[in-house]
DNA sequence: AAAAGGAGCAACCGCTCTAAG
DNA sequence: GCTTAGAGCGGTTGCTCCTTT
């Protein structure tokens, strides 16, 4: 009964990835596709657990990943979205599809705390940098701001789980439009994106083997190169034009054509083309939606924020928190 | 120039929930 | 119905690099 064990833990390796064990386990996701963790250090010969494989895929292998430089609207909106939702690194996440939980949230506590807080103890009153947060308005009523947040997505979460509401939540337009993970599936552009990622590696490998001295920190640099190409290339590749790196335009644009661009985890009904290439994607797991509490407020709330953002720069989240107080 | 301390980040740990057998 | 692996998540650790003294 139940299933056979997990991977040992006896010969497991931890620590770093170095550029083969990724080019290992980007090669057999390619063929076989993401899932059946359990199989991937058997089959591949990783001395890896299947967990760490998964952990390795999901937050750097996978393609259409961007990672560092944060923009000032991305940092916004994790402000916003930390103050809302608190900790929940992947609800978070999910509003930023080419940012990963654990990206979100080393950039929190490497970042951003420090610059809330700076902010709290600096000059009281509107930000300059467009940065607002709690310290520009008193502790008191921060708080109250934040229970009303609360407040709101409660009121939210028993709206969505109503029986009686004629639609539901995520089958609403809108909700499947401004979400990213359930946008229409571009499936050739996920083929090649994810083309691109294995490439990518496979000149990363090259780049190290010319170079074999200090493997370990090669191996970190080539990580740092091989994210950044890796991204560069599934923007480029994907052909969608939008970068996110020029801000939200292609998150909030959800209507423009180009919303082929990081929608390679949509929830895509559409079981054509299902090569290997594409099941990739379409078999891979997205954060769960249905426990992020106050969605379709937050969905309206967050969009509005980027049409604001769209127009003003400055004082966003202050002003979208004065908003929501006043819905109570 | 070297040591110390801090910052940043990748990876691990441990917990929970879900689903397979 | 029970057991156990898979998967997801948030917190924490530890390594590496950078800055300061």
């Known amino acids: ?15 770093p990835w170095t550029p083969e064990e990724d080019i290992i386990l980007v090669s057999y996701i390619q063929e076989h596709g993401p899932g059946n963790w359990r199989s991937v250090p058997t089959n ?4 890896r657990c299947s967990k760490s494989c998964r952990l390795r895929w999901t937050n750097y292998l996978r393609p259409g990943i961007k990672r560092g430089n944060f923009t000032e609207q991305e940092e916004k909106m994790i402000i916003h979205l930390q103050a809302l939702l608190g900790n929940r690194w992947a609800a978070i996440a999910s509003y930023l599809p080419q940012r990963t939980d654990n990206d979100i949230k080393n950039y929190w506590n490497t970042h951003l705390k420090k610059k809330l807080k700076k902010h709290q103890t600096g000059v009281d009153g509107e930000n300059r940098d467009g940065f607002s947060s709690p310290q520009s308005v008193s502790k008191g009523q921060w708080e109250r701001r934040l229970q009303t947040d609360i407040k709101m997505a409660k009121q939210a979460l028993s709206d969505a ?11 609403s337009v809108e909700f499947k439009l401004s979400h990213p993970y359930l946008r229409p599936s571009q499936s050739q552009s996920q083929s090649s994106t994810y083309a691109s990622s294995a490439e990518n590696i496979s000149r990363l490998l090259q780049n190290w083997m010319k170079t074999p001295s200090k493997p370990a920190t090669t191996a970190a640099a080539h990580r740092e190169n091989s994210a950044e190409t890796m991204t560069q290339n599934s923007s480029s590749s994907t052909g969608g034009g939008a970068s996110f790196a020029g801000g939200f335009d292609s998150f909030f644009s959800f209507n ?7 929608s390679h985890e949509s929830v895509s009904a559409s079981n054509t083309n299902l090569t290997p290439e594409n099941s990739v994607f379409q078999d891979e797991s997205k954060p769960d939606l249905g426990d992020q509490v106050p969605l379709k407020l937050i969905e309206k709330w967050l969009l509005d924020d980027g049409s604001a953002q769209a127009h003003e720069e400055e004082d966003l989240i202050s002003m979208s928190l004065e908003d929501s107080a006043g819905l109570f």
């Open 1 to 15: 009964m139940g299933r056979p064990p997990c991977c040992d833990k006896v010969g497991v390796k931890k620590g």
């Open 44 to 47: 591949t010969g990783l001395l």
């Open 256 to 262: 423009s054509s180009n919303s082929d661009n990081v």
């Open 161 to 171: 789980l109503s029986l009686d509401k004629p639609n539901s939540l995520t089958d």
